[in-house]
């Protein structure tokens, strides 16, 4: 086949494309540029496309011995990604950047060049498992459980899973690391990249307020109506925060507050205690199914509502377009606009069944 | 492998490689006082002096530096320096300029100077008129490229020279040496940057050419070793190398211009016949003998170079930053044209090893290689349109 290998500049997506390589697939490695003005160096962890990620990439092609070349497609990612981002928030939603990357540009805007100028299939450095079965995709978690990234690929369709590949999957990062090492690739020791790329000094709060403004409403207490406090936006909350919400001490009975509600028409922060966070029910749109089949009744399934968060059993109904699901175990911080994702109730529990976005919460 | 992008560099003629590696062990600072020392400063006083000859320029006013970059940050920022302490804080420049100079006078602009640049007609040149409608008594200097790397549209600079009257004109020259009779008194600049690597010289090697009237504060201070105006120990292979290089694109200019052309216009027209909606940017008359460039509509620019490339074809989207982006080119948004267009551009630029299997090797393949990066440009156009 022949298959264009996205390369971030990490160690995941360099041994990624060395394992394509191996396969026998004539290998082409592209590195996205996601920014108009790229930083020229890499700040820790923070942060990827900078123009040192592009050149450890090139350098990355390099060993492999493959052709790289740079395509920007910063515009696309700003229009898709960044724009999406700051409207999320300011519609008083917790969005997700990676899965929103995966769903419009790299098995979306870049897949579909791709496949245009000849090209049979994306590979990236992911952690997840992907294989067919009975002729349809089968989308299951990382053999890495740390590490697993089947969350923020669970949004993707048949048609683009049909032409991904994620070599990585069945392979704990350890090893990875190692084998970057042992193929000579100098990104082998390279921090692992954390946050979301286009902050890169990881201050959310701040490029939010720079994209959205102040926009002030108050802090009300959920139970009594009580207003606790000022805010500059609905934007710098997220259902779940405990932390950095200003209100004055002697307002609150000594037990924790935490945000259980925005309100973003009227400004509204609610607050409440850990017990209002406690979620039993799940009204989720848009939904995805990466094998192509729907559930079909009442299923039992288990769902994890946060890449990295826990997981817990229910049962999830499709009615009309939306996605109900029932929690056999609360769960708390469940934050609109996040992904609910199905995984099957077998043994392992590690095959995806579909994805929708979180739309309304309840106990 | 067939390699149409001259204009980025151009094989080191034969000649020039034996001169050098021959200089490259010879032991002697020019700098220095004793026996080697004169003997190295003989050598490049009679490259310099050869230079001189072969572009019509005095002995004193070749400045030797480590390229074509050096040379224009030289001269705008050496130029602009002097010219502002006396009063002269305005910059003019031409849209279509080399980031050397479009950066350089950016820089400036951020340090206090005035900026005032000049459009180019849809052609991508500049004209007397442009030029005369933005001069004043505050202008410190004028830069307008002779021929510009991307488009190939040859400027009138002698015209531009005198209407540019008493304030410093400085011209990069870079892409027109190879093919353009540059001559420096004749064209009339008071500055002109030169590079060795577009002619068949060695990298690293360039030259600014400055009258010696032409007040220039140095851009690096040492040991003064280039009348003053530019430090740092003599390069004597690479100067000796870029002379040798120069003579030859000079005495053979006539002959090889005429081969380019041909080869160029065959080029041309056979990208033509293949793929009738292709747009030739630039001047089709008063445009580099090398150049011929290129809009594919509905195409990007990225995924025609890729499908070449993978053809063993080698060319360029014309303007690469730092990280490789091919990014829509400043030099065809200044002349007019729709940025899709303009991310649809190529630039196939010939030189000294260019035959005619060359040219039939773009067109066995252009053809197919439009119609897939079409389809893939077509793509993604739906998917903008579906938002």
Request: hydrophobic share 40%.
């Amino acid at each position: 086949m022949r298959v264009l290998a996205a390369m971030s500049g990490g160690v995941d997506s360099a041994v990624a494309a060395a394992r394509a390589v191996d396969a026998g697939h004539e290998v082409v490695g592209v590195h996205l540029a996601l920014s108009a003005k790229p930083g020229t160096l890499r700040t820790g962890s923070r942060g990827c496309c900078t123009l040192e990620d592009s050149r450890d990439a090139r350098r990355a092609a390099d060993v492999l011995g493959i052709p790289f070349y740079v395509w920007d497609f910063a515009e696309q990612f700003k229009a898709a990604v960044v724009d999406n981002f700051v409207e999320e928030y300011a519609a008083g939603r917790t969005p997700n950047p990676c899965l929103r990357c995966n769903e419009e540009i790299k098995f979306a805007a870049l897949l579909d060049k791709a496949l245009g100028l000849g090209f049979d299939a994306v590979a990236t450095g992911h952690y997840a498992r992907l294989s067919t079965v009975d002729g349809r995709p089968e989308l299951r978690r990382s053999a890495d459980e740390d590490k697993d990234q089947s969350y923020v690929l669970a949004s993707l369709r048949p048609d683009q899973l049909a032409h991904a590949i994620f070599p990585l999957g069945d392979t704990v990062k350890d090893r990875v690391r190692l084998e970057a090492a042992d193929r000579g690739l100098q990104v082998a020791e390279k921090p692992d990249s954390h946050d979301i790329c286009f902050i890169p000094d990881g201050n959310t709060q701040a490029f939010l307020g720079a994209k959205i403004g102040v926009r002030p409403g108050a802090l009300v207490n959920d139970e009594t109506g009580e207003v606790l406090g000022e805010h500059r936006g609905v934007h710098e909350f997220t259902v779940g925060q405990r932390k950095g919400l200003g209100i004055d001490r002697s307002l609150l009975d000594g037990t924790p507050k935490y945000v259980i509600g925005l309100e973003p028409a009227t400004g509204t922060v609610r607050v409440g205690s850990a017990r209002d966070l406690q979620v039993t029910a799940i009204t989720a749109t848009d939904p995805v199914w990466p094998s192509g089949v729907p559930i079909d009744g009442p299923t039992e399934c288990h769902v994890q509502v946060r890449a990295h968060g826990s997981v817990v059993p229910c049962v999830a109904e499709l009615v009309g377009d939306s996605l109900e699901i029932s929690l056999r175990e609360p769960l708390s911080g469940v934050a609109p606009g996040q992904a609910a994702v199905l995984y099957r109730a077998d043994a392992a529990g590690d095959i995806v069944l579909g994805s929708a976005t979180i739309a309304a919460t309840g106990s | 492998m067939t390699y149409l992008d001259h204009a980025a560099t151009t094989p080191m003629l034969p000649e020039a490689v034996a001169a050098m590696t021959e200089a490259l062990a010879e032991l002697g600072n020019a700098s220095s006082l004793h026996s080697s020392g004169r003997r190295a400063r003989r050598r490049v006083e009679e490259a310099r002096e050869d230079i001189a000859d072969l572009v019509g320029a005095r002995p004193s006013e070749v400045i030797f530096t480590a390229g074509g970059t050096e040379s224009d940050n030289l001269a705008l920022k050496g130029i602009y320096w002097a010219r502002a302490a006396r009063g002269k804080k305005r910059i003019v420049v031409s849209a279509v300029e080399h980031h050397a100079v479009l950066d350089a006078v950016q820089w400036l602009g951020e340090q206090g100077a005035d900026i005032t640049v000049l459009p180019p007609d849809a052609l991508g040149r500049i004209t007397p008129q442009t030029l005369a409608e933005h001069l004043g008594d505050d202008v410190a200097l004028i830069s307008v490229m002779l021929a510009n790397n991307e488009v190939g549209t040859i400027n009138p600079l002698r015209e531009l020279a005198v209407t540019s009257g008493d304030i410093p004109l400085h011209s990069d020259a870079v892409q027109a040496l190879g093919t353009l009779d540059v001559n420096f008194a004749d064209l009339g600049a008071d500055a002109l940057t030169l590079s060795a690597h577009k002619i068949g010289g060695p990298y690293g090697a360039g030259i600014l050419l400055l009258g010696r009237d032409v007040p220039c504060v140095p851009l690096l201070h040492g040991g003064g070793q280039e009348r003053d105006v530019r430090s740092g120990t003599l390069d004597v292979p690479s100067v000796i190398g870029m002379a040798t290089a120069l003579r030859i694109a000079v005495t053979e200019r006539d002959r090889r211009v005429a081969e380019l052309i041909r080869l160029r216009d065959r080029l041309i027209a056979g990208v033509r016949a293949v793929v009738p909606d292709a747009v030739l940017n630039g001047d089709p008359e008063a445009r580099l003998a090398n150049n011929a460039h290129f809009s594919f509509p509905g195409c990007e620019g990225d995924g025609l170079l890729m499908l070449l490339d993978a053809k063993g074809i080698e060319c360029s989207t014309g303007s690469a930053c730092t990280a490789g982006i091919a990014q829509p080119s400043h030099v065809l948004l200044a002349m007019g044209a729709d940025p899709a267009m303009a991310r649809g551009s190529l630039r196939f630029s010939l030189g000294h090893t260019t035959t005619d299997e060359d040219i039939d090797a773009v067109l066995a393949v252009i053809g197919p290689v439009v119609e897939r990066a079409r389809s893939a440009g077509l793509v993604g156009a739906r998917r903008g349109e579906g938002r």
